[in-house]
């Protein structure tokens, strides 16, 4: 599978997944999220066995959290669930490329590994200065590496279908 991979890992590297499987589980929470309203970008964390250990959509609704994103909300949420080394042997896999506040509270988090479809330059493309999306063209390997942790990145995969959603959605805002 084509993609870009950066490697910022020093200790044991994290098994080898299906990543086209888990990437297209986000791509349709990412649609289900904008079939009720919210922004298309979904995310998943998977363990180093392949278990899926959380789903998240974008929460851009009910309260327009413009915080929301669906990687920071299951950042969250993994912190608060799982110890640190569970976390620093898992996977997010994200719709889109996390954007600086996402890849930060992945990295905070302790996830392991981030895996994405389409790419921050690709997004901002599509959404062009949409004020619901006003993206941030900083790669998340740049937020990575400034931290003192290693955290693995791979992406883009699958972008042309990660971008689907988001043709639609936002030619509709």
Same mark, same amino acid.
Request: net charge negative.
């Given at each position: ?12 590297? +994290? #098994? &080898?997944? %299906? ?5 297209? $589980?986000?791509? *349709?929470?990412? !649609? ?28 851009? +609704? #009910? &309260?327009? %959290? ?5 990687? $920071?909300?299951? *950042?969250?949420? !993994? ?42 330059? *690709? ?51």
């Amino acid at each position: 599978m084509a993609g870009n991979a950066t490697s910022l890992r020093t200790a044991m590297p +994290l #098994p &080898d997944l %299906d990543h086209a499987t888990y990437l297209r $589980r986000a791509f *349709a929470i990412a !649609a289900a999220a904008a079939d009720s309203g919210s922004h298309p970008f979904g995310a998943v964390l998977v363990d180093g066995d392949g278990t899926v250990l959380m789903e998240q959509g974008n929460a851009y +609704l #009910p &309260d327009h %959290d413009m915080t929301g994103h669906a990687e $920071r909300v299951l *950042a969250t949420r !993994a912190s608060q669930r799982f110890r640190p080394a569970e976390l620093a042997e898992a996977t997010l896999y994200s719709s889109a490329e996390p954007c600086a506040m996402c890849a930060g509270a992945a990295y905070w988090a302790g996830i392991g590994r981030i895996v994405y479809g389409l790419s921050e330059n *690709a997004l901002r493309q599509i959404t062009g200065n949409h004020p619901e999306n006003p993206t941030l063209d900083l790669p998340c390997r740049m937020v990575l590496e400034s931290g003192q942790r290693p955290v693995e990145v791979i992406g883009p995969l699958l972008e042309n279908e990660a971008a689907e959603p988001h043709r639609s959605f936002w030619a509709k805002r």
